[in-house]
């Protein structure tokens, strides 16, 4: 059983915890947060031993192994560093950071401390994606495909009364591409690999954030869109269209309710779903073997580093194109 700490105390950090334990492989040996009183709730909370108010002493403390990162995004590349530095394996939650630069920098920095860094990306490590695919391949090659991910902001409401809450302040590297639209992206270059081209649509806050969008990425044979919005509710499902069928999926991230609809009307239902913590215990099982089996997940792992890759480049050529800025970026 491997050691893990937490830096974030949300509820996808509560999910987090809830699947790593219920996996049967992971020990919840600390959290970290930024005030001690705080830590110590959250460390009651879960039941973990430590606590940390500094990511440094976090690195350096021998009774952690590993650590899932869901800090702010503007926070990811520091925290990420200060925990690879030290050897720590990390999985942290997306988008990894803002940069393919700094990607690389980490991607590198795990390599030479023999560490795992991972980015949180349910898709990659649900079973379910192996339905997905296999159906895929019963429609012929997909001409169109339309995935979705719109999910109305908690905290829109306060953002309309005049406050600026995390999600919708630039300053944090943060917005509809970044906290949505990278779950569309994500399949879209899986399945279709990177596009020949690509065009983005973003609807700008007055913050200077984005609050929604649409992507388009054509390929010789296919074209894809994208739609995220922290706006409004998606009342429509992803779909894979080809000319035996289609296939449709209520949730891309979560790959919840997958059906086949034949070319003939007929629908066949493939897959139903789960509970969130339990999709979330997917990634911290791959994330544990490939700690411990290297060598076996080698191919499996390394593909999940290269579309961390794609997937950074292709969000900042996005935001570049679509005039999306954040402080980090050079002028």
Excluded at 66 to 86: D, F, G, I, M, R
Excluded at 239 to 264: A, E, M, N, Y
Aim: aromatic content about 10%; proline content about 4%; some cysteine.
């Amino acid at each position: 059983m491997l050691r893990f700490a937490t830096i974030g105390s949300g509820w996808i950090t509560d999910s987090y915890i809830r699947g790593a334990l219920d996996s049967g492989l992971w020990e919840l040996a600390g959290v970290y947060s930024r005030t001690r009183e705080r830590a110590q709730e959250y460390a009651k909370k879960h039941g973990a031993r430590l606590t940390f108010t500094s990511v440094e002493d976090l690195a350096a403390c021998p009774e952690i192994d590993a650590v899932y990162v869901a800090s702010p995004n503007a926070l990811h590349y520091q925290h990420c560093k200060t925990l690879l530095e030290q050897g720590k394996h990390v999985i942290c939650e997306k988008p990894l950071c803002s940069h393919k630069a700094q990607v690389e920098e980490l991607q590198a920095i795990a390599n030479e401390r023999n560490a795992v860094f991972l980015e949180a990306i349910m898709f990659l490590h649900l079973p379910q994606r192996k339905i997905l695919e296999e159906a895929l391949s019963r429609i012929g090659t997909v001409s169109l495909a339309k995935i979705d991910f719109c999910q109305r902001s908690s905290k829109l409401d306060a953002y309309l009364k005049g406050e600026l809450p995390n999600i919708f302040n630039p300053a944090l590297e943060t917005g509809a591409l970044m906290d949505l639209g990278v779950y569309c992206l994500y399949p879209a270059l899986a399945l279709f690999g990177k596009p020949e081209s690509f065009q983005i649509h973003p609807l700008m806050l007055d913050s200077g954030a984005d609050g929604a969008g649409v992507v388009t990425l054509r390929y010789p044979d296919k074209l894809v869109t994208l739609t995220y919005s922290k706006l409004g509710q998606a009342g429509a499902d992803t779909d894979f269209q080809g000319p035996q069928g289609t296939v449709r999926v209520s949730s891309i991230s979560r790959l919840d309710t997958i059906s086949l609809w034949r070319k003939d009307g007929s629908v066949q239902q493939l897959y139903g779903g789960d509970a969130k913590y339990k999709l979330m215990g997917w990634e911290a099982k791959d994330f544990y073997r490939y700690i411990t089996q290297p060598e076996e997940t080698r191919e499996e792992y390394q593909r999940c580093c290269s579309l961390a890759l794609d997937v950074a480049e292709l969000l900042e050529a996005l935001r570049r194109q679509g005039g999306i800025r954040f402080p980090s970026d050079q002028a």
